[in-house]
């Protein structure tokens, strides 16, 4: 399942901007080249579950809001050819600082029982050795 779709990066970028980063013909359609964005789209995906799957299972039943748009930043980035805005550039270096947070625990995604195995007790645990002094073995001294 994608984190975002074509539709959610329309919404958020314009047609205009989409058409420019994925119209590389060598003759221009002025349309959205949808082999282009399936590519960035699964990019997107296969770098947050790298990330993500860390600390959660994978997939995920459905996908978080912050899921969501850390892979519109990153796809958007993707598609850029050349140097990005420099909006665009820093919001996919935010996108890569959460995900570092996500995967290190310092984020929490609102996942019910999503955990990866393995993850669950970071606490100490202590084992300590058979009594040799017990009430049966100093019977008679006290």
């Given at each position: 399942?994608?984190?975002?779709?074509?539709?959610?990066?329309?919404?958020?970028?314009?047609?205009?901007?989409?058409?420019?980063?994925?119209?590389?013909?060598?003759?221009?359609?002025?349309?959205?080249?949808?082999?282009?964005?399936?590519?960035?789209?699964?990019?997107?995906?296969?770098?947050?579950?790298?990330?993500?799957?860390?600390?959660y299972a994978l997939?995920?039943?459905?996908?978080?809001?912050?899921?969501?748009?850390?892979?519109?930043?990153?796809?958007?980035?993707?598609?850029?050819?050349?140097?990005?805005?420099?909006?665009?550039?820093?919001?996919?270096?935010?996108?890569?600082?959460?995900?570092?947070?996500?995967?290190?625990?310092?984020?929490?995604?609102?996942?019910?029982?999503?955990?990866?195995?393995?993850?669950?007790?970071?606490?100490?645990?202590?084992?300590?050795?058979?009594?040799?002094?017990?009430?049966?073995?100093?019977?008679?001294?006290?």
């Amino acid at each position: 399942m994608p984190y975002t779709s074509l539709a959610k990066l329309t919404a958020k970028f314009g047609e205009h901007m989409l058409i420019s980063l994925t119209d590389r013909g060598d003759v221009a359609t002025d349309t959205i080249d949808a082999d282009v964005i399936d590519q960035a789209l699964a990019d997107a995906d296969a770098m947050i579950d790298g990330y993500v799957g860390v600390r959660y299972a994978l997939p995920m039943e459905t996908t978080p809001p912050l899921i969501g748009s850390l892979a519109l930043a990153i796809t958007i980035y993707n598609l850029h050819i050349a140097s990005p805005d420099p909006k665009i550039e820093e919001d996919y270096k935010a996108a890569l600082r959460t995900l570092r947070d996500i995967s290190g625990g310092g984020v929490r995604l609102p996942i019910a029982g999503a955990d990866a195995p393995g993850t669950g007790s970071s606490g100490a645990r202590l084992t300590d050795r058979e009594r040799p002094l017990t009430q049966a073995s100093m019977k008679g001294f006290i």
